[in-house]
């Protein structure tokens, strides 16, 4: 028998498999397709304080080996999120979650956590500050060390949940940025959102995306993924969840070799509704393949020297 | 919602660029006419999603326009060839609101979901009266399937180059009592306009996943945000902000 067990955090997690946040809505389209409870856990939709429509349509534009976003955060705002989401995802999903949050200043950021704190089954908070389809907040924040730090610390104040800060993989270090946030208090890091992109429409002659740029996911973006986190696993002393392009047991591995204690997928769920189920189901196999017992013990196991 | 491999039984032009589909697989997943299928396609990353036709048993028929190359890959499998299939997506038309008679107005690549509602309302007993509306002469389908199902059907050309010259409003009955469309935007807008009973329209946007996941198709209605491919694509006329 293999294990497929992770602390993530202090949380025990049966598998490490975690679909991403903004992929996943609130659980329940994917509870009608099967028992989501095999999943790790999952991030739900970024909340943030007030109720938020996005951007404009068309959001979404296809690339090779994945697509562009451009959703910008659309929610019903955090209110709504716990007084009629949660209680709905709480029937079909009986583990800890986690809350994604998203904000436009350090104090919108510390509010919309302390209200989610609240919340018995919110397990951790994933803070996204590296969303690159919101103006004036999201990414801004997951662009400078100093920033960064402010909403670590801003969060960490109003919150006893573990904090995980989430990091835009569109700077120039991305170690320098995940060691700022440890140093104001971070318990983890997850990475990478979305990589800024841009596709133009030939016919019209304009971009695609009615907001002009998307944050681009899905395949393609792997081995950036996977580069980063293995940077970050050598900076940091905190556990991280690696993100970007997943969609294979064979990914999970790789992610978690690179330094990755727990593993989200996104963009894949929207073209496989069920390929999380199928990862964690697929992971024993591959386990056993590669000749790996305790998946726990592969986490870093790719740095050598 | 369900996911199948389905196997082609047939894909034929009908006019230079639109095409017939027909798939065999397991259509339970079909609950009103005007839902849709998103297929996968070898090499491309996401789904096309594509509005039923016809469906019965285990076999459904979707029409397409080839508008990229994903819709051109999809125009050259053949019959026997497999596809992996999202089914029974989207709302779909109710048709429990519809008159007795209502007028089915169909525009272009909008016209296919039109016969599997107007089928849906003959098996109600209802009596449609079909208006298809195409922008040329040799762009028209589907005249003579529609006809054959026995529905009052008025063609209307743009350039006047067959049927009744102009925009399907042009062609509404002297009476009805409800309105279904479907169609490009102006053609919907137009068809809302000219409505002067209530109705249903179905909208057509880019989409990520197609089952309500990724808020990539949001649309704002009176009653509160919508998705397109989960909450729609039919809004309801009251609901529709332009």
Redesign the interface.
């Known amino acids: 028998m293999v294990d497929l067990r992770v602390r993530l955090a202090g949380i025990e997690l049966d598998n490490p498999v975690i679909p991403a946040s903004g992929t996943f809505g609130y659980g329940y389209e994917f509870a009608e397709l099967y028992d989501i409870n095999c999943l790790g856990t999952f991030s739900f939709k970024g909340t943030t304080r007030e109720a938020r429509f996005g951007n404009p349509t068309p959001r979404i534009a296809e690339c090779p080996a994945g697509m562009l976003n451009a959703v910008g955060l659309q929610n019903p705002g955090v209110e709504k999120v716990i007084s009629e989401e949660l209680p709905r995802l709480k029937e079909v999903f009986r583990k800890p979650v986690m809350a994604n949050v998203s904000g436009f200043s350090v104090e919108e950021y510390a509010y919309t956590c302390s209200l989610l704190d609240q919340e018995e089954q919110v397990g951790w908070l994933e803070v996204n500050i590296s969303c690159p389809n919101v103006h004036d907040g999201g990414m801004s924040f997951g662009t400078s060390p100093r920033a960064a730090a402010e909403v670590t610390r801003a969060v960490k104040a109003v919150t006893k949940k573990p904090v995980f800060m989430k990091l835009s993989p569109n700077v120039t270090d991305i170690a320098e940025i995940a060691r700022a946030c440890e140093e104001a208090g971070a318990d983890g890091i997850s990475l990478i959102n979305t990589l800024l992109g841009m596709r133009i429409d030939l016919r019209a002659k304009r971009p695609l995306l009615a907001n002009g740029t998307g944050g681009l996911s899905g395949g393609a973006v792997f081995p950036v993924a996977v580069r980063m986190v293995y940077q970050v696993y050598e900076a940091v002393g905190i556990p991280i969840i690696g993100m970007g392009g997943v969609s294979s047991a064979e990914d999970v591995l790789e992610m978690m070799l690179a330094g990755a204690t727990a593993v989200e997928v996104g963009a894949a769920n929207l073209v496989d509704p069920f390929v999380c189920r199928s990862i964690v189901e697929e992971l024993p196999g591959a386990m056993e393949k590669y000749g790996i017992q305790d998946l726990k013990e592969i986490i870093g196991g790719g740095h050598h020297g | 919602?369900r996911?199948g491999i389905y196997t082609v039984a047939g894909n034929r032009a009908l006019t230079e660029g639109v095409w017939e589909l027909r798939l065999l697989g397991d259509t339970g997943s079909i609950t009103a006419p005007g839902q849709f299928i998103n297929i996968?396609l070898e090499g491309?990353?996401?789904?096309r999603p594509i509005s039923i036709c016809d469906w019965s048993g285990e076999a459904l028929t979707v029409v397409y326009k080839v508008v990229g190359k994903g819709t051109e890959v999809l125009s050259q499998m053949g019959a026997g060839e497999k596809l992996d299939v999202?089914c029974g997506l989207g709302n779909g038309f109710d048709i429990s609101k519809c008159g007795g008679r209502t007028v089915v107005a169909g525009g272009g690549a909008g016209v296919p979901p039109m016969y599997g509602l107007a089928k849906a309302l003959l098996r109600t007993g209802k009596s449609p009266t079909a208006l298809l509306g195409f922008n040329t002469k040799k762009e028209i389908f589907y005249e003579e399937e529609f006809r054959a199902l026995g529905v009052e059907t008025v063609v209307t050309t743009a350039d006047g180059s067959y049927g009744r010259k102009g925009f399907v409003t042009e062609a509404f009955p002297e009476e009805y009592d409800y309105v279904c469309a479907c169609g490009p935007l102006p053609m919907l807008r137009a068809a809302y306009d000219a409505a002067a009973t209530s109705g249903q329209f179905s909208f057509e946007?880019?989409?990520?996943?197609g089952?309500?996941?990724?808020?990539?198709?949001?649309?704002?209605t009176k009653y509160g945000?919508k998705r397109i491919c989960?909450d729609g694509p039919v809004l309801e006329k009251e609901e529709i902000i332009w």
């Open positions: 919602m996911q996968k491309f990353f996401l789904r999202l946007e880019r989409m990520g996943c089952f309500g996941a990724c808020m990539g198709c949001s649309c704002k945000n989960r």
